[in-house]
């Protein structure tokens, strides 16, 4: 019954991997983002997508690319990982890219580059 | 560029308190301003989403108000209790972005 799911949860994993989150949602919504909760807590859009189109794209290093197999899916791959990347990573969704509705928030990947 | 500030960054009482959060934000040209909930190694819980054009919503012992105007936001908590204890963030939607989240306030209330 999750409306968001994000996997893996946890992912530890060495600097210069390759690594790829999903993120599911079974809310029916037509728009997904990925944010970024850093170590200080505070939380910052990276992307966003409309029915499978790029409608965000924060100064988000090109090694992070974002796809959007269809509208209940928003994957994050993150190519030659930096100790810098290691953060808490959220997958949201809502109704409407312009959004008059309220964004639903998985429980978040916790990614530790060793 | 919008910046969103919350004041306090950590708060503490005792149960029963009525206790409100402040957040502000500089640009005035918001969509919706939104208040979560968030536990220690949890995702957000949506708890009130006021738009531009509204001034308060309610939910329970939740009240959140927004002056557009002013650039300011209040949550207000009556009567606080122990599971009230978590980080509440504000957030404000605007047009070419997602939300702009502020640093949030940890509040902890005591048995």
């Known amino acids: 019954d999750t409306a968001v799911s994000q996997t893996p949860k946890y992912l530890v994993t060495q600097m210069g991997n390759d690594k790829s989150i999903k993120c599911e949602q079974n809310?029916?919504?037509?728009?997904m983002y990925w944010y970024k909760q850093d170590s200080k807590k505070f939380l910052k859009i990276m992307f966003s997508y409309n029915n499978k189109e790029l409608i965000i794209n924060e100064t988000v290093p090109n090694r992070f690319s974002p796809k959007s197999p269809d509208k209940a899916h928003l994957n994050l791959h993150i190519n030659s990982l930096e100790l810098g990347d290691s953060a808490v990573y959220f997958c949201?969704?809502?109704?409407?890219?312009?959004?008059?509705?309220?964004?639903?928030f998985g429980d978040g990947t916790r990614l530790s580059i060793l | 560029k919008q910046e969103v500030t919350q004041i306090p960054a950590a708060l503490s009482v005792p149960e029963g308190e009525n206790l409100v959060l402040n957040c502000s934000f500089t640009d005035s040209a918001i969509y919706n301003l939104q208040w979560f909930r968030q536990d220690p190694g949890k995702g957000l819980t949506s708890l009130l989403l006021i738009q531009s054009s509204q001034r308060e919503q309610t939910s329970g012992r939740l009240n959140a108000s927004l002056d557009k105007s002013s650039g300011r936001s209040t949550l207000y908590i009556a009567a606080s209790q122990p599971g009230d204890s978590a980080t509440y963030l504000c957030?404000?939607?605007?047009?070419?972005?997602?939300?702009?989240f502020g640093k949030g306030t940890t509040l902890s209330v005591s048995s």
């Open positions: 949201a969704s809502s109704q409407g890219g312009r959004s008059n509705q309220p964004q639903h």
């Open positions: 957030a404000v939607y605007q047009a070419g972005t997602a939300l702009i």
């Open positions: 809310l029916g919504h037509d728009t």
